[in-house]
C-alpha cells in the first residue's frame, strides 16, 4: 500500500441538505477527518465545512470507502445522531464486490474484533479479547471468480466489514490492508455505503437516504 495521500479532487457531492442534516456521497481514497500531520489535513470534514461552515462530525468511513455520509448542521442534531448511531438505531447497508463464490447467498456473521496492535491499524479476530461485530450480508450476484454483496453491519467496529469478509475467505476486492495478489490488483477498495436509514433529528420521522456504487 502506497503511503503517499493524493485524495481525489472532485466537488463536493450533497445528496441532501435541510436546517439539521446534511448527507454526501465520500470519495474513495479521502479521509473522513484529518489524519496527523500537515500532509493528512484534507478531508472531507474540512470540505464540508468550507461549504457547510456548522457542520460537525457524526461518524466516520474508512478512507477507501466511498459512500454516504452524515453530518450534523447544529449541536442538537450531533447530539440526537450520535445517540441513535451509538444505540443502533440506524440501519447502514454497504455493497461489496468480494474474491470468489460467498455461498450460502444470505446469513451472517459474527466474529468478535481487535485491533492487530504490531500490525495496526489492521484488524483481526480475537475470541478472548475481541469487541462484539456482527454482519449479516445478502449475495446480489455471482460473476467471474467474484461476488457482489450487501453488506448490512449490525454493530460499528473499525475495518469490520472487511476483516469479516476476509474471515470467511473472501476478502474484498482492492483492499490495501487484507488482500493480496490478483484480489489487490484493483483501482480502489470494492466497498461503498450504499443506504443510510436513520430518524430525523426534528421530530424523529424515519429516513432513507441513497447512494449509487460508482463500480
Same mark, same amino acid.
Given at each position: 500500500?502506497?503511503? *503517499?495521500?493524493?485524495?481525489?479532487?472532485?466537488?463536493?457531492?450533497?445528496?441532501?441538505?435541510?436546517?439539521?442534516?446534511?448527507?454526501?456521497?465520500?470519495?474513495?481514497?479521502?479521509?473522513?477527518? @484529518?489524519? #496527523?500531520?500537515?500532509? !493528512?489535513?484534507?478531508?472531507?470534514?474540512?470540505?464540508? +465545512?468550507?461549504?457547510?461552515?456548522?457542520? !460537525?462530525?457524526?461518524?466516520?468511513?474508512?478512507?477507501?470507502?466511498?459512500?454516504?455520509?452524515?453530518?450534523?448542521?447544529?449541536?442538537?442534531?450531533?447530539?440526537?445522531?450520535?445517540? +441513535?448511531?451509538?444505540?443502533? /438505531?440506524?440501519?447502514?447497508?454497504?455493497?461489496?464486490?468480494?474474491?470468489? /463464490?460467498?455461498?450460502?447467498?444470505?446469513?451472517?456473521?459474527?466474529?468478535?474484533?481487535?485491533?492487530?496492535? @504490531?500490525? #495496526?491499524?489492521?484488524?483481526?479476530?480475537?475470541?478472548?479479547?475481541?469487541?462484539?461485530? +456482527?454482519?449479516?450480508?445478502?449475495?446480489?450476484?455471482?460473476?467471474?471468480?467474484?461476488?457482489?454483496?450487501?453488506?448490512?453491519?449490525?454493530?460499528? #467496529?473499525?475495518? +469490520?466489514?472487511?476483516?469479516?469478509? $476476509?474471515?470467511?475467505?473472501?476478502?474484498? !476486492?482492492?483492499?490495501? =490492508?487484507?488482500?493480496?495478489?490478483?484480489? !489487490?490488483?484493483?483501482? #480502489?477498495?470494492?466497498?461503498?455505503?450504499?443506504?443510510? /436509514?436513520? $430518524?430525523?433529528?426534528?421530530?424523529?420521522?424515519?429516513?432513507? =437516504?441513497? *447512494?449509487?456504487?460508482?463500480?
Amino acid at each position: 500500500m502506497s503511503d *503517499a495521500y493524493t485524495p481525489p479532487d472532485t466537488p463536493l457531492s450533497v445528496i441532501h441538505e435541510d436546517h439539521e442534516l446534511l448527507l454526501v456521497d465520500k470519495p474513495s481514497g479521502l479521509l473522513s477527518v @484529518p489524519g #496527523r500531520g500537515e500532509h !493528512l489535513a484534507d478531508c472531507l470534514l474540512t470540505r464540508v +465545512q468550507a461549504a457547510f461552515p456548522t457542520a !460537525l462530525l457524526v461518524h466516520r468511513l474508512d478512507r477507501d470507502t466511498s459512500g454516504i455520509m452524515v453530518f450534523a448542521l447544529t449541536p442538537h442534531a450531533q447530539r440526537h445522531l450520535g445517540l +441513535q448511531f451509538e444505540h443502533r /438505531r440506524t440501519k447502514k447497508t454497504y455493497v461489496a464486490r468480494v474474491a470468489g /463464490r460467498l455461498e450460502p447467498k444470505t446469513g451472517t456473521v459474527d466474529l468478535p474484533l481487535i485491533v492487530d496492535w @504490531p500490525n #495496526r491499524p489492521r484488524q483481526m479476530v480475537d475470541h478472548e479479547n475481541g469487541k462484539p461485530a +456482527q454482519t449479516d450480508w445478502r449475495v446480489q450476484r455471482y460473476g467471474e471468480d467474484e461476488t457482489r454483496v450487501r453488506l448490512m453491519p449490525r454493530t460499528g #467496529r473499525s475495518h +469490520q466489514l472487511r476483516v469479516h469478509m $476476509l474471515a470467511l475467505g473472501h476478502p474484498i !476486492l482492492g483492499d490495501p =490492508f487484507y488482500a493480496s495478489g490478483a484480489v !489487490l490488483d484493483h483501482p #480502489r477498495l470494492m466497498l461503498h455505503s450504499e443506504e443510510l /436509514r436513520l $430518524l430525523h433529528p426534528d421530530g424523529g420521522k424515519g429516513m432513507t =437516504f441513497k *447512494a449509487k456504487a460508482p463500480f
